[in-house]
């Protein structure tokens, strides 16, 4: 596998450590070639930095891609809206030789190029595609069979789809495939692909980002969901800091909220306190009770080999 540089962006090291922690410990556990970049900034941020000012989005971004061009390295990102933000202008500057000349005249004033060598995914697809779920089947030490463990994909995770190409934009697999390799149960429920809303925080409309969260958070509890899953940091602060928000005036909607490296974390046998879950704002206490409780039995490997082929997601 090819050295890669993992793209932290802003959220997960300024608001969440805790996630960077797990991560780390599920890249540690696969031995796998990461480094950090020093020079990396935010990716930038599309809804705040492109809408005041295009040219200093694709610059920005530009920026950082070519930093791992010029260390022939790949980036892989737990952020969603980074990934898709690095993606976005790398297929623009590629598409567009007028625009990537002009990007690179500026970079050259600081010693850089854009080259866009370095390939992009998300660590969702990454896992799925160039790990594998086989060999995440083999770091298991007790799986989630008996949990309903429901998926928020996210609005960046698969889109824009002509940058990323890393999974069917509206009928998207991957996230589940690897849900399912980890034992448990990924229910289809109608508000799956809808966005999280964290996004309406972002320009003073804290209501209708609590509403959206709310439709969701409502709808999971109707399912019967032990937890919300999710790869994300603003998906992660909608669904956890707001629904914290949310109890504290009253509604009791009691949905633990777990990042994708955790939840592979505690398959491999960490404990919630050395993947950092004690900082979450809502209680996860409840899901790590029932998922004690239940025995510890390996993956039906066949009968998911066989789900998995159908979905055409060994090859």
Known sequence: MKE???????????????????????????????????????????????????SLFVATAARNVALADELDCDIVSPCTGCVSNLATVKSELN??????AQVNSLLKGIGREFKGTAKLAHLVPFFHDAVGVQRIRQKIKKDFAGMKLAIHYGCHMIRPSHALKNDDPLNPKKFDNLIRALGAESPDFPAKMMCCGQGLDRVDQHDYALQMARLKLKELKAIGADALLLCCPSCFLQFDNNQFLMEKEGEKLGVPV????????????YSPEELGMNSHRVDCSGFMKK?????????????LEDELNKAGALG
């Open 291 to 303: 998922w004690d409780g239940l025995k510890a039995k390996p993956v039906d490997t066949q009968s």
């Open 4 to 54: 890669f540089a993992v793209f932290w962006g802003c959220t997960i090291q300024t608001r969440f450590p805790f996630l960077e922690k797990s991560t780390r410990i599920v890249l540690d556990e696969f031995k796998l070639p990461y480094r950090d970049i020093d020079g990396f900034t935010c990716c930038p941020e599309k809804s705040l930095v492109n809408n005041i000012d295009h």
């Open 95 to 100: 598409y567009n030789p007028v625009d990537r």
């Open 258 to 269: 777990i990042y994708f490296t955790e939840l592979m974390g505690l398959a491999m046998g």
